[in-house]
């Protein structure tokens, strides 16, 4: 070209244009051959050279002017056309493709004009090739049909609601273009979509909760509200942005619940003092669930509870009043009465499972959540001294206290041993309030931790002046063990865990120690509660990585090792399928991905593949990559109602021995009183436990009576 002069402007655009036009044929879906190599360096070539003639025959500006034409006459004759003409779902399946049609028009055109965006773009400061190709779309469709397309959204929104199926890949398509425009900020989705969306929400929900509060019982009311809640929030993962989930689940709780609180709690059929007269567990859960989401919707809750208390108790006076004037009970017997129908009544209501746990979980979590680093940290030393009183308070109405002594001593194991009690003083002091209250013999395992750590320290102490006495002995790391008596502490897995090398001589070095200390105590090592602190050496910088034992033999195995598949970690650790699937998925698939796997999937399978993540990098010098969580409830009431069969054993065996013959009425009434200060036994647990020790040669029946019992001795 340059041979023959100079190309001028409208013979180099009409070879571009052929270039444009087979690029729109595509997109349409017109007969067109694919571009090829030779036909996309032509384009590119023929841009090049109208941008690098001298003047005035250097086009670039032309070109660029003429590159935002082509998007525009493309709209005008034929993408507006194609969405006007069109109307709900299939308008907006249309502005999908259109959406997508115009990137991919952008990425080719950019192709072709890439000499004008890397220079002439770059000397003017001028908006990109990009930038023009998104704004054209942007203000010449987005801003004309943005109006058409959130109305036709929200309709498919109602129409589910109601029951239908709607395609709800396609509204997250739709949606993510509302967020497309703005560029990463929220402001056209807020604008242009959620601010009506949120408008249709609560009023499909007024006009709903208007016709069911008249229709419907508060039973059959709160079911619907809780299903409809339950549905907005599935709705909203699906296909809305996540910063609407609050907003929205606001909306319906306000329409549904904080509008017709008043109605609901009060009405005197279903209503919350209905639901106390009746014992309705679960419609009380309900109601408090449902309560909990809205603005002082369990301050109601409370005052409503008070009213009924207040009238109970004073029915209760009432009576005893009456039962005085009649001359069936001495005025002095008026308190004793009260005492016992309150505690009574205290004891039904405070030992309901709540929410699928007991009573006695409950509290020992809510005593935790006090307890651990800052839980406390808004609240005075006199609040969490007078909250210390109110739960033992509760706890001594509560019948199963050998639970919650269980659920709290594993509770503050984790305190003590992962450094998360906040206050020492506070920990001795709740200690302190359940021995006055309830005896040495429920709080002597958790004395028996305290006892135990103080112990550690001066262990820890001596191990250290043994290694600095004995100069050719060293660890190797800085090694800290914790050395605690089983009987106190609850129980752990103990897996025979190969440890790595560098770990090993620790072991070693510190039973050594021991050995010197006592020879009559055995070490069992527990290493899933350990924690390590790692150096891990990243491409970006260098790491300290707090991890459990577990994670960081795993995490060693990667020195010697490019790429380690599942099999080959749980062989060379020696770890249970759980534990391996626990602790890989905390370095490859949670926040932390200190490893990489393959597949790149959100879950960890025997057949996968791992390698170290050298290009890993964070903010922070120092990270903490926690373990998922273990659900250990199932196995502590497992654990409970064995050592409520040891307990029933013994007390048995205890009267027995003293009383040498009794009845059986006798016996069960004993065995009871001797064990309800830590937990109320079934009488049926009782009889079988009597059986079983007829069995075991302990006890025998009277020939002539069955009911009459004798101990062997």
């Known amino acids: ?13 009409g070879l571009m244009q052929r270039g444009i036009t087979k690029l729109k044929n595509i997109l349409e879906d017109l007969p067109e051959s694919p571009f090829s190599s030779e036909e996309y360096m032509m384009f590119y070539q023929l841009v090049f050279n109208m941008c690098t003639q001298k003047p005035p025959h250097d086009y670039s500006q032309q070109l660029y002017d003429k590159y935002r034409e082509s998007f525009e006459d493309y709209i005008t004759s034929t993408v507006l056309p194609s969405l006007t003409e069109k109307h709900d779902e299939f308008m907006l399946r249309e502005f999908v493709r259109r959406w997508s049609n115009h990137k991919v028009m952008a990425l080719w055109l950019s192709r072709f004009f890439h000499y004008v965006d890397r220079y002439f773009i770059y000397r003017r400061s001028l908006p990109t090739l990009n930038e023009v190709a998104f704004a054209c779309f942007r203000d010449l469709v987005y801003r004309k049909v943005k109006g058409k397309v959130r109305d036709a959204v929200i309709s498919l929104i109602d129409q589910e609601r109601e029951g239908e199926q709607i395609d709800e890949s ?121 309560f909990s989401m809205i603005p002082r919707g369990l301050e109601r809750v409370s005052s409503m509870f008070k009213q009924y208390v207040t009238a109970e108790g004073t029915t209760l006076v009432k009576q005893i009043e009456d039962a005085v004037s009649n001359n069936k009970a001495e005025k002095r017997d008026m308190v004793g009465l009260l005492e016992q129908a309150l505690g009574e009544t205290f004891e039904i209501f405070c030992n309901k499972i709540i929410a699928g746990s007991s009573s006695a979980e409950v509290l020992a979590t809510y005593c935790d959540n006090i307890l651990k680093k800052g839980g406390s940290d808004k609240l005075s030393d006199e609040a969490v001294e007078d909250t210390f009183e109110k739960v033992v308070r509760q706890l001594a109405y509560i019948s199963d206290r050998d639970l919650f002594a269980v659920f709290y001593r594993k509770k503050l194991a984790r305190r003590f041993l992962f450094d998360k009690s906040a206050n020492d003083e506070h920990e001795r002091s709740i200690l302190t309030k359940m021995k006055q209250h309830f005896g040495g013999h429920f709080t002597s395992k958790i004395e028996g931790m305290f006892t135990d750590l103080a112990l550690a320290k001066e262990y820890q102490s001596h191990f250290e002046e043994y290694l600095s006495d004995n100069s ?46 006592t020879k009559h105590r055995k070490l069992t090592w527990i290493y899933s509660l350990g924690t390590c602190n790692i150096n891990g050496k990243f491409e970006p910088k260098t790491l300290e990585l707090i991890v459990t034992t577990y994670q960081a033999s795993a995490l060693l195995l990667f020195n010697s090792s490019d790429r380690l598949s599942y099999q080959e970690i749980m062989s060379q650790l020696n770890l249970s399928d759980d534990v391996v699937v626990r602790l890989l998925h905390s370095l490859s698939c949670a926040k932390y991905k200190i490893l990489i796997k393959e597949p790149n999937t959100k879950t960890v399978s ?44 013994a007390s048995l065996v205890r009267i027995m021995k003293s009383r040498k013959v009794l009845g059986y009425q006798q016996l069960v009434i004993e065995c009871v009183e001797q064990l309800s200060s830590m937990f109320m036994p079934d009488v049926k647990a009782i009889k079988k436990r009597i059986e079983d020790l007829i069995t075991r040669d302990y006890l025998e029946r009277d020939k002539d009576d069955p009911n009459i019992f004798r101990y062997l001795a």
């Open 606 to 649: 025997p057949t996968d593949i791992f390698e170290f993540n050298s290009k890993f990098t964070d903010k922070m010098r120092r990270i903490r990559i926690p373990l998922p969580p273990v659900d250990e409830k199932k196995k502590v009431i497992e654990d409970v109602d064995k050592d409520r069969r040891y307990a029933i054993d």
């Open 170 to 290: 396609l509204l997250k398509n739709v949606l993510d273009i509302f967020i497309e425009m703005g560029k990463g900020q929220m402001e056209f989705y807020e604008n242009d979509f959620e601010s009506s969306m949120l408008k249709d929400t609560a009023a499909y929900y007024s006009r709903k909760a208007s016709n069911w509060i008249s229709e419907d019982s508060c039973l059959d009311y709160m079911l619907k509200a809780e299903e409809c809640l339950k549905r907005e929030k599935d709705r909203v993962l699906i296909y809305l942005h996540v910063s609407s989930v609050p907003k929205r689940l606001e909306k319906v709780q306000h329409e549904l619940l904080t509008v017709y609180a008043t109605q609901l709690l009060g009405n005197e059929q279903s209503g919350f003092h209905a639901l106390l007269r009746d014992d309705k567990v679960d419609d009380l859960s309900r109601m408090y669930r449902l």
């Open 472 to 517: 050719n002995v060293s660890p190797g790391i800085d090694l800290t063990v914790t050395v605690l008596t089983t009987s106190f502490w609850p129980s752990y897995k103990s897996f025979d865990l190969n440890l790595p090398a560098e770990m090993v001589k620790c072991v070693e070095v510190f039973r050594d120690f021991y050995e010197t200390k």
């Open 1 to 13: 070209m340059n041979e023959r002069g100079p190309m001028n402007l409208e013979e180099g655009w």
